[in-house]
């Protein structure tokens, strides 16, 4: 069940929702790190986040903070250390923009 601010925002902005979900053929470095050349923005996302719950890669005295291994480090700009809120943004620089 959707809580119910996630919801009005579907409802309000349905476009949103459809970034999220809709295929995209993938750059070359992306490619590499999911295995497949073509994932939903969200399918991403959650690929990153299980290598890094899998990998161990969380700060452990700080779990907002995720320290990048060579190969994460290739997806995310170079950075050493990455924080948990800059992540979604970091990984929607590989996705191409929607033409208005």
Known sequence: ?????VKRAITENPK???NLIDLANLPST???FVGQSQ???LGCFMRVWSYIK?????????KNVIICDDKLRSILLGKP???LAELPVLIKLHFPKEPK
């Open 39 to 41: 994932i939903s923005r």
């Open 54 to 62: 899998t990998n161990n890669l969380q700060d452990p005295n700080d």
């Open 81 to 83: 250390r990455v924080d």
């Open 16 to 18: 949103k929702l459809a």
């Open 30 to 32: 992306l490619r590499e």
């Open 1 to 5: 069940m959707l809580p119910q601010r």
